[in-house]
């Protein structure tokens, strides 16, 4: 009876190892490169919007890569890459909202908006541009300098998923 016991203990902890070997190496989120797809080039987003930082072109960008490199199995190729993402930063605005009694607001919001231009060198017809944002808030006790590179952070990490969302799952 104990023998029976412990063969159970055994599967249940080898298909418990086995499911997190596997699922280490496979990829749920959907990601459809063909394969005549090799290489990507992402070159520095101009800066369009007023008062961005004169930096904030060069870390989107080098987010892009990042995530490209890190989340395809694509190559860097600035010479002659199967798709590119050209494009720049179309907005950073900050305005209130949450407003409270007395005409004060409790909160502020960081909007970035990137105009992204996909080109597919190998298919054409994959082509497509278009502009994303998002948002974060922060309150109104908080100085937007201080706190501004966590806030872009977190930005360009949704506005890149959506990126990279539309470049590789709608092939």
């Not at 902890?13 to 797809?37: A, E, H, N, Q, R």
């Not at 179309?90 to 908006?113: I, W, Y």
Request: charged letters at 25%; glycine letters at 6%; aromatic letters at 12%.
């Amino acid at each position: 009876m104990i023998l029976r016991g412990n063969r159970f203990v055994i599967v249940v902890l080898l298909t418990m190892v086995l499911g997190g070997v596997i699922s280490g190496c496979y990829s749920f989120k959907g990601i459809s490169i063909p394969p005549d797809v090799k290489s990507y080039y992402v070159p520095v987003f101009e800066v369009r919007a007023p008062n961005a930082p004169p930096t904030v072109g060069q870390d989107f960008s080098e987010l892009l890569k990042d995530k490209v490199r890190n989340e395809a199995r694509l190559l860097w190729d600035e010479v002659d890459p199967d798709i590119e993402f050209t494009g720049n930063i179309a907005s950073f605005n900050v305005k209130p909202v949450a407003p409270q009694p007395g005409e004060t607001v409790a909160l502020n919001r960081l909007e970035v908006a990137v105009a992204v231009n996909f080109v597919n060198n190998r298919d054409e017809e994959k082509n497509w541009s278009n502009r994303f944002s998002f948002f974060s808030d922060f309150g109104t006790d908080q100085n937007l300098l201080d706190i501004q590179d966590g806030l872009l952070i977190d930005i360009f990490e949704q506005i890149q998923e959506d990126i990279f969302n539309k470049a590789f799952t709608d092939w």
